[in-house]
């Protein structure tokens, strides 16, 4: 299936590991032009950009760059996240305003600096990467909570703002998936107790037994970026193996 991608230009933010670098993986096979953007200083796209994308105006240089190097911008995926696990009673506002920036700000700025050029070409494509958190708040991760249901009110107020201007743009809801974000010493995982034990309950509570791989979410994404999703936009995609209703 040709999913109409050859030759478009695609930021994915956050894509030097996980989701984010297994979407860019997957653009390129369909023949897409890839700039990758994150903390590291190397990264798989034809071009990439180091930045912290919570900096306020490390987003515009990302951006910016993209457009000086290749023309324009079709699509944009915002896949900057980070998550602890905390109790709602324990977390200050350093935490809160740390999770806002790096969950929503770093979105939020992308889209500021992507969306001219975007309304200038008369097309566009936004993906923004939330999560089943966000539909339903998981009590171990509140403020991720909070900030991915952002993301999905987020995505909705810009598709129906830019549908004028031929911008579709859609969220992806991941459940847990085998990243280092979970699988990693001390990430979520370890951070509730014995690794091994944790990642099986975890798994075993899914209606499909299992956490995702990030390459079940990074085809998500690449299909909403595609042109068969020409009809699609304002949705919010749970690909989590039926767990929306799960707490964690």
Known sequence: MDLGLSEKVCVVTGSTGGIGLETARQLREEGATIVTAGRSEAGIGDLHVAADLTTPDEPQRVISATIERFGRIDCLVNNVGWAEIHRFDELDDDVWERSWQINVMSAVRALRAALPAMQQAGRGVIVNVASTAGKRPTQTMPEYSVTKAAMLSLSRLVADVYAKDGIR?????????????????????????SREEVLAKVGSSRPLGRLAEPHEIAAAIVFL??????????????????????II
């Open 169 to 193: 743009c859609n969220a992806v809801t991941p459940g847990p998936t085998a990243t280092e974000a979970w699988l990693g010493e001390g990430g979520l995982a370890e951070q509730q107790g």
């Open 225 to 246: 970026c595609s042109e068969r999703a020409s009809y699609v936009t304002g949705a919010a995609w749970s690909v989590d193996g039926g767990t929306v209703a799960i």
